[in-house]
Antibody, heavy 117, light 108 residues
């Protein structure tokens, strides 16, 4: 069974940092691009970032460029999202997702990040 | 940047009726690189359709996708009780991906 489990969310002050992790199981991790998608409370989905199967290519939405870094460890079947200089508007549930370079066939249940003083 | 506009914002229908959801792109979506997702409250999204018209594994055939260029449609032929949810389109034609704002399908 394909499974993605996020961890690392929580409450952080504006300007702070947080590192999200996504543990994958039940599929060939090295065959999948990994993505992060977020959803602010009561709002729609926002794609955040993706990383290629071998970790050599990444892209980001403009609003997080220079502040967030996506990475992966294929030996551990994990993807990460390092979030620095956090702002109130980054408050959201963050979903880890896997799939093709573009469409997302597998999703985790999400982890809540709250940025507040 | 490709912006996706979904309409209507909310669709009020009864079980057994058909639903037609629209997704319009601000520029051409090459190779039909467009997907549709379903999301229920408190749950993660689920992939329904990719490449505009290909059903994902395990998706019932009452869900179908169509369209090309800048206009795409998700059709649900006969609504089942479990189909009442929010639906999002998403493109993957540029390095920066994006979702539409969503269409809520609610019980009339």
């Amino acid at each position: 069974e394909v499974q993605l489990v996020e961890s690392g969310g929580g409450l952080v002050q504006p300007g702070g940092s947080l590192r999200l992790s996504c543990a994958a199981s039940g599929f060939a991790f090295t065959d999948f691009w990994m993505h992060w998608v977020r959803q602010a409370p009561g709002r729609g989905l926002e794609w955040v970032s993706r990383i290629k199967t071998d970790g050599t290519y990444t892209t980001y939405v403009d609003s997080v460029k220079g502040r967030f870094t996506i990475s992966r460890d294929n030996a551990k079947n994990k993807s990460y999202l390092q979030m620095d200089s956090l702002r109130a508007e980054d408050t959201a549930v963050y979903f880890c997702a896997g799939g093709d370079s573009g469409y997302l066939g597998a999703w985790g249940q999400g982890t809540l990040v709250t940025v507040s003083s | 940047e490709v912006v996706l506009a979904q309409s209507p914002g909310t669709l009020s229908l009864s079980p057994g009726e058909g639903a037609t959801l629209s997704c319009r792109a601000s520029q051409n979506v090459d190779r039909n690189f467009l997907a549709w997702y379903q999301q229920k409250p408190g749950q993660a999204p689920r992939l329904l359709i990719y490449h505009a018209s290909s059903r994902a594994t395990g998706i019932p055939d009452r869900f179908s996708g169509s369209g090309s260029g800048t206009d795409f449609t998700l059709t649900i032929s006969r609504l089942e009780p479990e189909d009442f949810a929010v639906y999002y389109c998403q493109h993957y034609v540029t390095p920066v991906l994006s979702f539409g704002g969503g269409t809520r399908v609610e019980i009339k």
